[in-house]
């Protein structure tokens, strides 16, 4: 009796002990080396000025700047209600961790990936503008300045920032404006990147536009559900000028389908042709079993954007419809995730 009781004990301990490690773990695997640089990679692949912005193809970041989401990051205070701001999560912070964190890199080294669309939400926490996902990730000009720096530093690239969401708090849009002038380096801030006009339709904004016949790199910026603000000319409103449908899928067959479905949806319409049309190809967490085997974002990335690269060929008719291909872990190394799809990019963009 004694032994039976002693082999469920160590079971039972077994049990919490892997339940802790689940749960309260917040560290992240994939593989996430890759050597090349592709620094310029709008300028020396996109040789029509004439092409249109929207059918550019570009590599696109997910939830960009998370890469500093870790086991002690605050608790978004313009968060929607929910567990992160719940005592619960104390006991799954690990978890939750993991699956808010879609990157491991910052703005640099993403430029460097080839990154050239990021997907961005911003809050106005404790007096500062932070960059969040379920928690605080960083300051949000920790991010911006090495993204001017590289505008300022190369000629004939496009960066499109989408801040897909904007908390506030008790601000408003032209405080976060006048926060964004105030982020400089070499005394420019982000606005001096976009020097077109933006009364123009996005269907009719061409890369000559916004690089200025290559002689300079551009910026175009997207604000969620914010109009038009004619005494600040810097930005679209996301909601009328993208086509950006989220799959809500944690499976790759299902991610596959998902992605061909509206791959036709959007070719059935010509008009959507019109828009700046982003593949959300990355993939959700959910609850059930399959929890357990896909550790992390990152982790389910890393499986996810190796299918992509084994099955190029769809991969690669996918940007005719969607030209941003956005992914979690953009630097997979996954079947040289990261390498093949840039490639990929450059000879498409030759087309144009």
Known sequence: MKKILKVILNCLLTIIILMVIFLELPFSFGSSKFNADYTNIINESVSNV????????????HDAFT????????????????????WPSYFIRGLITRMAKAQNI????????????????????????????????????NYLRP??????????????????EIHLN???????????????????????FVTYDVSVPIKDLTYKDVTSNKSKSGAVLLFYNQEQNAEHPYYYQRNETTISKWHDKMDNKEMFSCIESEYNRILE????????????????????????????LITMADSLNGEYIKKIDQTSKWFEAMPIFM???????SHNFNKVINETI???????
Do not use: C
Request: no cysteine; hydrophobic share 40%; aromatic share 10%.
């Open 170 to 192: 008790t601000l408003n849009i032209v405080d976060f404006i006048d926060y964004l002038s105030n982020v400089k380096v070499n005394d420019k801030n982000i606005f001096d």
């Open 269 to 296: 319409d010509e008009s959507n042709l019109d828009l700046i049309r982003i593949n959300q190809a990355q993939k959700t967490f959910a609850i059930g079993l399959k929890m357990f085997t896909n550790w992390s």
């Open 67 to 86: 890469d500093k989401l870790n086991l002690f990051s605050a608790n978004d205070e313009n968060a929607e209600p929910g567990i992160t701001n719940e």
């Open 327 to 333: 992914v979690d872990h953009v630097n997979s190394n």
């Open 147 to 164: 993204i001017i720096e590289f505008l300022h530093s190369n000629n004939g690239e496009v960066v499109i920032l989408d801040f897909q």
């Open 50 to 61: 004439e092409a249109r912005i929207v059918d550019i193809k570009m590599l696109g970041a």
């Open 346 to 352: 450059i000879e498409l963009n030759k087309n144009l």
């Open 106 to 141: 910052g703005s640099t080294a993403m430029l460097k990936a080839g990154v050239r669309y990021f997907d961005i939400r911003a809050s106005y926490h404790k007096s500062e503008w932070q960059t969040t996902h379920a928690y605080i990730s960083d300051k949000l000009e």
